[in-house]
């Protein structure tokens, strides 16, 4: 029963890990993007919302890596010959690993659509 449970676990884990990944990646590429703009951009209003959302991408994207690194930490507390002791701390931290995924992506999900709807429509050159 416990080999079953480190494998379920092990592939949920590794799922999550290539969810954090691409979400990162995500991240990135807007706090690339972003940088680029607010170095070429002369507007000091457009630059404020710019800078808003550099900052909130970056922070979402520390977050999401302190998150990889949790589940990295949770995966080698894994083991085949866990004691019932361990097996219950492992179902109670993957319960809060399960809850800390489902927060990330919304999270990520609330941030990409409050950007696009401020800074595509709010900041587009015909509104600016």
Request: glycine content about 2%.
């Amino acid at each position: 029963m416990i080999n079953k449970m480190h494998m379920g676990i092990s592939h949920e884990t590794k799922t999550w890990i290539r969810m954090l990944h691409f979400l990162r990646a995500e991240n990135n590429m807007r706090i690339t993007s972003l940088n680029t703009i607010i170095l070429s951009s002369s507007n000091g209003h457009k630059m404020e919302k710019l800078e808003y959302f550099l900052e909130l991408f970056i922070h979402q994207f520390n977050m999401l890596k302190l998150l990889e690194i949790e589940i990295h930490y949770f995966n080698q507390s894994i083991h085949p010959k866990m004691n019932d002791q361990e097996i219950e701390h492992v179902t109670s931290e993957e319960k809060k690993l399960r809850f800390g995924m489902k927060n990330a992506v919304k999270a990520f999900h609330q941030l990409h659509e409050h950007f696009q709807s401020v800074f595509l429509n709010k900041l587009s050159p015909e509104r600016a």
